[in-house]
């Protein structure tokens, strides 16, 4: 009896191995488990200096617009002639792993298949001043239960694997590495269209998302954080003389900034690197025919060293504003983005008059639960448009919209 039910034990295990693709020993580590090891095994190997040349190369990519490095991406590049990434870290990993080969090569896009190596901008550090020849950071880890702008200390590792304690809140001084979950990558199982988070994804990938890789498990889309194609503007000419008048030439997002530096570390703390921004833009677009807000979103990186009055300048593109068409205001809401997977839901109203008829539109504006957000502004027509434009502060975002000079 005992031998029929080992082998009905192991007829489970194999079926589901078969059915899920996962093996025994991914079934068995959590991801905060997981990202531990990893985080401990990469800190042993960055005492080896072809591996710090390696991940500072990679990282400098900057493939999603950060200092970022996807594993499932990077697992299977060379750090040097015949051995991977992988293959290195296996070679440094703790005998904790009993399948170290399998962990890093296979296992872990099932276990965490977002994994992703950061290395945060810091004020007195960065990739791009990192000299690897004697410079070996520390790997700091983000876990499951870590809450930006709660949470006041994470764990890391040196470069001897033994576990320290590291601010969450206050900048380190040198540069480190974090491990943790990609903030702009989702994993998309292609047949059921389920991410590795469990959103359904009953409306196709989100809009921004762009096509990566087909990883060891899951589809990888990554946010490209580019402005995109606004919609066709009407026509129609302002009744009032304003400097939008003077020129039919686009409006632009000129500047911005973050209002103080305390406003930064609110919307994105330092191991995250980089704030993703995205300023949404309302607006009618069909006259007295409108009947809601029509949105736009404009999304780019912004570096952590731009806040009070140090402006970053995207000068994204809007439309050209025409009030008979678009009416007399418009509505800038701002996002720091950390996730697409829509869950909270805020109704937004805006007055404005069309050819002067006071009328009210409104709209919504969906975001995460783990995005912040960072206030709005209204901006009128006959506001100063001439460079360097009008200035705006949501009390957290400081903005600049002018109209083009050509």
Same mark, same amino acid.
């Given at each position: 009896m005992k031998t029929r039910f080992s082998c009905l034990t192991l007829l489970a295990v194999v079926a589901l191995q078969f059915f899920t693709g996962a093996s025994l020993q991914a079934q068995e580590i959590t991801k905060d488990q997981a990202r531990n090891q990893f985080a401990q095994t990469l800190a042993l190997a960055m005492s080896n200096p072809g591996l710090r040349d390696f991940l500072k190369t990679e990282a400098s990519r900057q493939f999603d617009g950060d200092f970022d490095i996807l594993y499932e991406v990077v697992k299977n590049r060379e750090v040097s002639p015949g051995r +991977?990434?992988?293959?290195?870290?296996?070679?440094?990993?703790? /005998?904790?792993i009993p399948n170290k080969v399998a962990f890093f090569s296979s296992d872990l896009c099932q276990i965490d298949p977002l994994l992703n190596i950061s290395f945060p901008e810091l004020e007195a550090a960065s990739v791009e001043t990192w000299n690897t020849a004697t410079g070996v950071p520390a790997v700091a880890v983000i876990e499951t239960s870590f809450v930006d702008?709660?949470?006041?200390?994470? @764990?890391?590792?040196?470069? $001897?694997?033994? %576990?320290?304690?590291?601010s969450a809140t206050?900048? !380190?001084?040198?540069?480190?590495?974090?491990?943790? !979950?990609?903030? $702009?990558?989702?994993?998309?199982?292609?047949?059921?269209?389920? +991410?590795?988070?469990?959103?359904r994804l009953t409306r196709?990938?989100?809009? /921004?998302?762009?096509?990566?890789? +087909?990883g060891g498990c899951f589809d990888l889309y990554v946010h490209v954080l580019t402005p995109l194609d606004p919609p066709p503007g009407g026509g129609?000419?302002? !009744?009032?003389?304003?400097e939008r008048? %003077? @020129? +039919?030439?686009?409006?632009?997002?000129?500047?911005?900034t973050m209002r103080t530096k305390a406003d930064r570390n609110w919307a994105e703390g330092w191991l995250y690197g980089k704030l993703e921004m995205e300023a949404h833009v309302f607006f009618a677009d069909n006259g007295l025919n409108s009947t809601g807000l029509t949105e736009v979103i404009k999304s780019f990186s912004l570096k952590r060293d731009y806040y009070d009055n140090d402006w970053y300048t995207p000068s994204l593109e809007i439309f050209h504003?025409? !009030?008979?068409?678009? /009416?007399?205001k418009m509505l800038y809401y701002w996002i720091e983005d950390d996730k697409n997977s829509f869950e909270i839901s805020i109704p937004l109203k805006l007055n404005l008059k069309i050819l002067g008829v006071g009328i009210e539109l409104g709209a919504t504006i969906k975001y995460s639960e783990q995005d912040e957000p960072c206030g709005s502004s209204i901006i009128e027509y006959c506001d100063h448009a001439n460079t360097p434009g009008s200035?705006?502060?949501?009390? $957290?975002? @400081?903005f600049k919209v002018r109209h083009r000079d050509n």
């Open positions: +991977t990434f992988a293959s290195v870290l296996a070679n440094y990993a703790s /005998g904790s702008n709660s949470s006041v200390s994470t @764990k890391a590792y040196d470069i $001897r694997g033994s %576990q320290i304690s590291i206050v900048e !380190p001084t040198v540069l480190t590495a974090v491990v943790g !979950p990609s903030e $702009r990558v989702i994993a998309v199982n292609s047949t059921t269209m389920i +991410t590795s988070d469990g959103v196709g990938i989100p809009s /921004g998302y762009q096509f990566l890789m +087909t129609g000419s302002s !009744p009032d003389a304003c008048d %003077q @020129k +039919t030439t686009k409006d632009d997002l000129y500047k911005v504003w025409l !009030p008979n068409t678009n /009416g007399d200035e705006y502060n949501t009390g $957290r975002v @400081k």
